[in-house]
């Protein structure tokens, strides 16, 4: 029987870590898809989060806030082939966007071939210093999920340095109850611990919210924090 995509990723995943390298799968995944022409969104793709639009609680978050963008900059955190950072440059942002895969990065650019956004390799453990404090918007969708602890409480804590002042970083991820080490990942879930941690700095949450289709859903975590002087938390739910 063909191995599924999310028995290939967690295979790939447990060689890395193996090697002491626990983002270094990722690139070996896009790579593969990419050689076997399975790099495509929809049924077949072996990137299984590929689902060519902006996630979901990301759109629904921009348009309750009626964001404009103009005359600021964002910044994508892992951005694969591009969803999420298109949909915010359409809002009017300045946006990089950035993934640890060059091979994600150059299909991003293949797809969007007059995008204004800017698709740049770049480790998430190793940024460029002048990215620190340098963006009004930070959006970090579903990849510190795809972390083990340790790296992850270090990848928590550079996404929050690059907000800039009076900034905005908007976190998605998969919810879980702080027992992730005990499950087979990636994903590893992020409990609500980990999900405070990314308020660094002068970070603020403003809400946090656990996002669920039925009482049987673990749900998404959706978590906005500000740098914004005055910046209150209106509770989660």
């Not at 022409?37 to 077949?44: K, T």
């Not at 990065?105 to 698709?119: C, D, F, G, I, K």
Request: charged share 25%; hydrophobic share 40%.
């Amino acid at each position: 029987m063909p191995e599924r995509p999310e028995e290939r990723i967690r295979r790939l995943a447990a060689e890395s870590l193996t090697a002491h390298d626990p983002i270094g799968w990722f690139e070996r995944l896009y790579a593969e898809a990419a050689s076997a022409g399975r790099s495509e969104p929809g049924e077949g793709s072996a990137i299984p989060w590929d689902r060519g639009t902006p996630h979901p609680l990301l759109v629904d978050w921009a348009q309750g806030r009626r964001l404009a963008g103009e005359g600021r900059r964002a910044l994508v955190v892992g951005c694969g082939f591009g969803r999420d950072a298109e949909f915010v440059a359409r809002l009017g942002y300045d946006t990089v966007a950035f993934d640890v895969s060059a091979t994600a990065v150059e299909e991003a650019r293949r797809r969007h071939p007059t995008s204004p956004v800017s698709y740049v390799t770049a480790d998430l453990l190793d940024l460029p210093p002048e990215w620190v404090g340098a963006y009004d918007l930070v959006v970090e969708s579903m990849n510190v999920q795809a972390l083990p602890d340790p790296p992850r409480a270090d990848a928590i804590a550079r996404i929050g340095a690059l907000v800039a002042p009076g900034g905005t970083l908007l976190v998605i991820e998969i919810a879980g109850d702080g027992d992730s080490d005990h499950q087979q990942g990636p994903p590893w879930p992020l409990s609500r611990a980990e999900i405070d941690a990314f308020a660094t700095g002068d970070l603020r949450p403003v809400r946090i919210e656990r996002v669920r289709n039925d009482a049987d859903d673990p749900g998404r975590w959706r978590a906005e924090f500000s740098s914004a002087a005055g910046a209150q938390f209106s509770g989660t739910r």
